[in-house]
């Protein structure tokens, strides 16, 4: 789903099955390579499917799909293409990894990060103790921080 998904982002819907089955086509004919040591099987999957979804859009001559999606908004400027596709699947990698930590830690951290709150600001919003909400962010960074590594590629 998450490889699915990254393509229909970048490639569009209509061509997202087809370049999806190129990924995996692609690491079937290089399981070898896969190295569990060095991250995870997502993590090498989002690798290979960048480059396939740049080549797909090479091929195409055209720019990334636009569905109005936000992430989208956020990422095609004016950088080149391929610089486009990593960011996208970094946020995509950014939102798998936020899913692992706890509801709590996780409302915490977007408050601080996105939202630019403070921990009292952010103690008050949501009602919790200031040291809870300050355990709760760097346990949460620290979780980000070890399932973010697992991706590394």
Not at 54 to 62: E, V
Not at 73 to 81: A, H, I, M, Y
Not at 118 to 138: L, Y
């Amino acid at each position: 789903t998450l490889i699915y998904t990254f393509c229909s982002r970048i490639v569009g819907k209509d061509n997202a099955n087809d370049v999806t089955q190129e990924v995996f086509l692609s690491a079937w004919k290089t399981h070898e390579r896969f190295d569990s040591e060095r991250g995870t099987l997502a993590g090498w999957l989002m690798g290979i499917a960048k480059f396939r979804c740049i080549d797909a859009l090479r091929k195409q001559g055209r720019r990334p799909a636009e569905t109005g999606d936000v992430i989208e908004d956020l990422v095609f400027g004016s950088e080149e293409d391929s610089a486009k596709v990593e960011r996208v699947a970094d946020r995509m990698l950014l939102d798998e990894a936020l899913q692992s930590v706890p509801l709590r830690a996780r409302q915490s951290l977007m408050l601080a990060f996105f939202e630019d709150m403070t921990h009292t600001e952010i103690a008050e919003q949501t009602g919790t103790p200031i040291g809870t909400v300050k355990s709760d962010i760097r346990r949460g960074l620290a979780r980000l921080r070890r399932q973010l590594e697992r991706h590394d590629v």
